[in-house]
């Protein structure tokens, strides 16, 4: 092995782990978006809102649901710390929200 074999390895090393953190965090804004498109339709029929919040906490533990009316649209957006190693000690925020039609089906 060369030295320079030896130097440049470590960081391809990382390189690859922070791609892999990043496809983690993609799948987890992915899961947060359903849940908030869940919760957004739960919330425009009217159904309890306990219910909205167990739909958002499909996507994980730390998942918090903030509720708003725009207009004719009821949003939900949910927010959750990342839970990838790198990602969460930096302290990432992960958000993503949906809108429904009140009192749609």
């Known amino acids: 092995m060369t030295a320079e074999f030896a130097t440049v ?4 090393v990382l390189v690859l782990g922070c791609c892999l953190g990043a496809v983690a965090v993609v799948g987890q804004q ?4 359903d849940s ?10 009217g159904d309890d809102p306990g219910h909205a919040v167990a739909l958002a906490a499909r ?5 918090a649901l903030i509720s708003e009316r725009r207009g004719e649209f009821t949003c939900a957006i949910l927010r959750a710390p990342s839970t990838v190693g790198p990602f969460a000690a930096l302290g990432l925020i992960v958000e993503a929200s949906s809108c429904a039609l009140a009192g749609g089906l």
Do not use: K, N
């Not at 992915?30 to 978006?33: C, G, N, P, S």
């Not at 996507?59 to 998942?63: D, N, R």
């Open 9 to 12: 390895l470590p960081a391809v």
């Open 30 to 33: 992915v899961r947060l978006a």
């Open 36 to 45: 908030a498109a869940d919760a957004a339709r739960s919330l425009a029929r």
């Open 59 to 63: 996507a994980g533990s730390e998942v």
